[in-house]
């Protein structure tokens, strides 16, 4: 499918996220489905298509992957502690 071969798109990001876990013919399928509901959309609301890029998928920052961790040790019954590391020499 062209839209998993375009570069810094959120089509090839959709692609590569879903190949890892389920192959390539089903990140195939699921971006052929991505493009139609898009597609869907734009002509319902008679809108401009607006490229959300290849970081659609990434997580905002690195404040929630620390909370989202901590909060799943402390689910298993760890007592956690944060500090900031200090660079490496």
């Known amino acids: ?8 798109t959120s089509l090839v990001a959709t692609w590569h996220r879903i190949k890892g876990r389920r192959g390539g013919k089903r990140a195939c399928l699921a971006v052929a489905h991505r493009v139609l509901r898009m597609a869907y959309v734009l002509l319902r609301d008679r809108r401009p298509y607006r490229e959300e890029g290849p970081d ?8 929630r992957v620390k909370d989202k961790l901590v909060r ?17 020499a």
Request: charged share 20%; glycine share 16%.
């Open 56 to 63: 659609y998928y990434r997580p905002a920052g690195t404040d």
């Open 72 to 88: 799943r040790l402390q689910r298993l019954g760890y007592a956690v502690t944060v500090t900031v590391a200090e660079p490496a």
């Open 1 to 8: 499918m062209g839209g998993s071969r375009t570069r810094g």
